[in-house]
């Protein structure tokens, strides 16, 4: 079943500009990961943060973790037309198989030039 | 880095044959992951693999089989391809890290038609 749901499905920015996309999922996690895809190609990871954590910060991403409103949040500053793509958030749940990501179905970035 | 490949980019089957779509990763990677993606449904998981000659189902299995002779490689078939099976198809491979730390590499897809 699917994990996490990535709000907004889509979202069209201009270059320079700030954008975020949100991550909510179901029950309780071991960490949250997001994953990036460019269009028809397979899907690169960008960060991780665990259950413990609150944000993380990798260049111009920025994830924050809200575990009691079961929610995530990815932030790209000064964006870049090279962002465009889809970015996927990920669980790994507690217990049960720990090396099995659970997928959203992912947002969809478009930064104009 | 971390090299995952697949076969094919494209492939063009028709109704009942048998497709065979290979995976190869160069790190040693313990774990093997088959998905595919359709539009409004995302990743779905088909089959895993954590060691070689062992497998588990994923969230869609049906319709599939897998294949893991070699550590390096994981092989997903399609014993009779059929038209709903026509779809973008990922592998991916992860270490295989305690404590639930994976993070997966992918490879660049298979993307099916099946007419």
């Known amino acids: 079943s699917q994990q996490g749901e990535e709000d907004p499905q889509a979202l069209s920015i201009q270059e320079g500009e700030n954008a975020t996309m949100n991550c909510s999922y179901k029950t309780s996690i071991n960490n949250l990961q997001w994953y990036r895809q460019n269009s028809g190609r397979g899907l690169v990871h960008l960060i991780l943060?665990?259950?413990?954590?609150r944000e993380k910060h990798s260049g111009r991403l920025r994830v924050t973790l809200d575990t009691s409103k079961k929610s995530s949040s990815l932030l790209i500053t000064a964006s870049r037309a090279a962002d465009t793509a889809s970015y996927f958030c990920?669980?790994?749940?507690?217990?049960?198989?720990?090396?099995?990501?659970?997928f959203g179905k992912g947002t969809l970035l478009t930064v104009n030039p | 880095d971390v090299k995952v490949t697949q076969s094919s980019r494209y492939l063009v089957k028709r109704t009942g044959e048998k497709v065979f779509l290979e995976c190869v990763q160069d790190m040693d990677h313990e774990n093997m992951f088959w998905y595919r993606q359709d539009p409004g449904l995302g990743l779905r998981l088909i089959y895993f693999s954590y060691d070689v000659k062992m497998k588990e189902k994923g969230d869609i299995p049906e319709g599939y089989s897998v294949s893991r002779e070699k550590k390096e490689r994981f092989s997903l078939i399609l014993e009779s391809a059929s038209t709903n099976q026509t779809s973008m198809y990922l592998c991916?491979?992860?270490?295989?890290?305690?404590?639930?730390?994976?993070?997966?590499?992918f490879g660049p897809g298979t993307r099916l038609l099946v007419l």
């Open positions: 991916a491979s992860s270490l295989g890290l305690a404590g639930g730390l994976e993070t997966q590499y």
């Open positions: 943060i665990r259950s413990n954590e």
């Open positions: 990920a669980t790994v749940g507690r217990g049960g198989s720990n090396y099995k990501l659970t």
